[in-house]
């Protein structure tokens, strides 16, 4: 049994990915209204359904879902500075319909649809797997079970990088949760700064960092910002000091960002979906080779789990 279980927590950590409460509530909501606007789903189970998918519909699912995280943002800040005129007349009368907080790593780089495709059928193979009755649930009620098993599975996901993070930043009293934390968003902080060029306003965007937008213009000095570059280059130049420091680090991955920026948007989607995948960018280009169509059209199931 530890054998079993050490197996299955290392295929986990390799081929599972976090997915948030609201993607998942939202993406649900989109397939039960999928399966009723299509009659000849009715009796399917999931893997079926999953299978006569339009090979676009996470992409589209995933737009959907950040313009209505966009819109929400965009109004809860109206409602903490009080700009009443970007309000709904409901909104306005109830404020409390907004207290509802976005998920925290809504912006960032892991919530994609091909992480949440790749996660939701390995999910779903390790289901049909390790429980003989999985296929006698309904349809809703195998959805149900993928929830909680998605939940499960953040849950445990979390707890091997807290562990991780321990064996990272730990000493004899502990590895307080907010330090490793801030240590990660300080050291991402001074990879977009130095190697990608984003702006102190882009980068408190991406991190979540919360600040007043309308007190800082394009272009200018974020304190918060600036306290975040300060000790994430300070952290990175203790950990490469070894190998020429984090100045000459951040110079070799500006190299490999050009190589990346000069290929055509296909090849970049080539070697995004080798990478979540983990095979090779040939394989990948070969698969679209055969189907004839754009990496932009469809990400590669049959690179998923059966």
Known sequence: MRTEAAIVAALTVLEASRIEDFDFARLCDALFEYVKAHPGLKDKNLQEVLDELPRSWFLNRKAEIDQELEQL???????????????????KRDPNRLNKPLPKTYRRWERSPAFWVHSIRYLLALA?????????YTLRKQIYFLDEHRKATNEFLEAQRNHMAFLEYGSPTGAPKRIVELARDQVRAAVLSDVEKRSHKEIANIL?????????????????????????????????????????????????????????????LIEYYAEITGHTVEQIRSFYQRSGESPSSFMPFDFSYP
């Open 73 to 91: 943002d965009k109004r809860l800040k109206a409602l903490k500075h009080k700009k009443s005129e970007e309000l709904t007349p409901e909104e």
């Open 208 to 268: 979540g960092v919360d600040v007043d937008e309308d007190k800082y213009k394009v272009g200018s000095k974020i304190p918060k910002i600036q306290a975040l570059l300060r000790e994430g280059r300070s952290l990175l130049d203790d950990a490469l000091k070894g190998t020429g420091g984090w100045k000459r680090r951040a110079e070799e991955m500006r190299d490999e960002a050009d190589r990346y920026n000069s290929l055509s948007q296909d090849d970049k």
């Open 128 to 136: 049909r797997y390790r429980k003989p009755d999985f296929e006698d």
